[in-house]
């Protein structure tokens, strides 16, 4: 039977030092490899790309599925893996629920890869 990986809260932006800076310790380097298993899936890459290009800054589920070509559940379904990996913002209005992009966790998970990433 697989090994279980430890549950951590990847709600804030990943926080350490570039891995390039020196050897991570493990809880670093699981904090960053779950949030790269998160977005290392074709579907939730484009639904990344549909959010963050989105002229409203948010999206709901029934509009990103049909961009998507697939069902609602499977597109909550990754929506919720990346909401886990906190790369993503769900907001509740009314029937609908809403989603948007967090381009400051984005940007912290690229800056711990690479420094120089962004500049």
């Known amino acids: 039977m697989p090994k279980a990986l430890p549950v951590i809260d990847m709600s804030a932006p990943v926080c350490c030092a570039p891995v390039a800076a020196a ?14 298993k998160a977005i290392a899936e074709p579907v939730r890459v484009k639904l990344l790309s549909l959010l963050l290009t989105s002229p409203a800054g948010a ?4 509009d990103l599925a049909q961009a998507i070509g697939l069902a609602e559940s499977t597109t909550s379904h ?4 990346l909401r886990k990996a906190g790369l993503v913002e769900t907001e ?6 809403y989603h948007r992009a967090l381009r400051e966790s984005l ?7 690479d420094p120089n990433c962004c500049r």
């Open 78 to 81: 990754h929506l919720g893996q």
């Open 92 to 97: 509740r209005r009314g029937m609908n629920t």
């Open 23 to 36: 050897p991570i310790d493990d809880t670093a380097a699981l904090e960053i490899a779950l949030r790269l």
């Open 59 to 62: 999206e709901n589920t029934g």
């Open 107 to 113: 940007a912290a998970l690229c800056l711990v890869l």
